[in-house]
Each structure stands twice: as structure tokens, then as C-alpha cells.
Nanobody, 120 residues
Framework: DVQLQASGGGLVQTGGSLRLSCAAS????????IGWFRQAPGKAREAVSC????????WLVDSVKGRFTISSDAAKNTVYLQMNNLKPEDTAVYYC?????????????WGKGTLVTVSS
């Protein structure tokens, strides 16, 4: 099974930035789709971003466009989520997930979450 390790969460002030990392254990990482999801307290999990590592196709949910950027480093088997201009409503546990090929709401593999807290 693919092992995913998310890191980079923390406590920041409104307007601050964080970079989340998702490191995968498997070679052939460049054939996978890697997504970021988040779950705020009392709310359902939502998809935030995804990247097809094979061709670089990216997707962002409307609420974070212009603020978040997803990128990948195949040499390190790692995907990043750069989060700028953070808002309190971004507070959530962020999860990375992987699929063998495609971005979708239902990914095959999930890592443990990393908590992002944005203070007002």
C-alpha cells in the first residue's frame, strides 16, 4: 500500500502562509494523482486541490483560487500545497490522498491529517 505522510500544519495569523507537504513512499510517484482535502470542525470533508503528476494537470476549489498553489517534486515523491493569505475559514485538518491515476472525490489512499489553525 502507498504510505502518505502529510506535514507542515500549524498555527498562523490571518493573512499568513503555510506550505503543506505530502510525501509518498512509492516509486512511480509521477503516475499518481495526489489530492488535498480538508475537514473543518463540524463540517464534511471537502476537496481542496489535486494534481495529476503524470501531466501536471491541476485543480483548485473556487474558495482557494488565487491563494493556494499545488505543485509536485517527482524526485522527492512529494506534493506541496502552498497556502497564502490564509483566512480563519481555512482552519481545518488537511489530508493528502493518492490515486493510481485520477483526481476524484474518492481517492484510493489516505494519509493522516495535519492541523491548520488560522487565528483572527
Amino acid at each position: 500500500d502507498v504510505q502518505l505522510q502529510a506535514s507542515g500544519g500549524g498555527l498562523v495569523q490571518t493573512g499568513g502562509s503555510l506550505r503543506l507537504s505530502c510525501a509518498a513512499s512509492e516509486f512511480g510517484f509521477d503516475t499518481y494523482a495526489i489530492g488535498w482535502f480538508r475537514q473543518a470542525p463540524g463540517k464534511a470533508r471537502e476537496a481542496v486541490s489535486c494534481i495529476h503528476s503524470s501531466d501536471g494537470r491541476k485543480w483548485l476549489v473556487d474558495s482557494v483560487k488565487g491563494r493556494f498553489t499545488i505543485s509536485s517534486d517527482a524526485a522527492k515523491n512529494t506534493v506541496y500545497l502552498q497556502m497564502n493569505n490564509l483566512k480563519p475559514e481555512d482552519t481545518a485538518v488537511y489530508y493528502c490522498a493518492a490515486d493510481a491515476h485520477f483526481c476524484s472525490p474518492h481517492m484510493d489512499y489516505w494519509g493522516k491529517g495535519t492541523l491548520v489553525t488560522v487565528s483572527s
